[in-house]
């Protein structure tokens, strides 16, 4: 079985912002951590969602900053057109 090591940039969660977007490391119990696709964010009543500010059915390990993801190919290669 491969193990996927994630390091480069996460950071400890006492260490998270709170009310600002991340991308966690998360766990369900079940696999190896793993990030989300989408951000997060630690409220006073713990991590949620972003986007629906749900709480999280994963346990969060580690952050690190949320960038948002830049146009598709597609989309980029339509405008050069």
Same mark, same amino acid.
């Given at each position: 079985?491969?193990?996927?090591?994630?390091?480069?940039?996460?950071?400890?969660?006492?260490?998270?912002?709170?009310? @600002?977007?991340?991308? %966690?490391? !998360? /766990?369900?119990?079940?696999?190896? *951590? =793993?990030?989300?696709?989408? +951000? #997060?964010?630690?409220?006073?009543?713990?991590?949620?969602?972003?986007? @629906?500010?749900?709480? %999280?059915? !994963? /346990?969060?390990?580690?952050?690190? *900053? =949320?960038?948002?993801?830049? +146009? #598709?190919?597609?989309?980029?290669?339509?405008?050069?057109?």
């Amino acid at each position: 079985m491969r193990v996927i090591q994630y390091s480069a940039g996460w950071q400890p969660l006492d260490s998270a912002p709170m009310d @600002k977007d991340v991308t %966690l490391l !998360v /766990t369900d119990g079940l696999s190896e *951590p =793993y990030p989300l696709k989408l +951000p #997060s964010r630690l409220t006073a009543a713990g991590w949620v969602s972003s986007a @629906k500010g749900t709480p %999280l059915t !994963v /346990t969060p390990t580690k952050w690190k *900053p =949320y960038s948002a993801p830049g +146009p #598709s190919w597609s989309r980029t290669r339509a405008s050069r057109r």
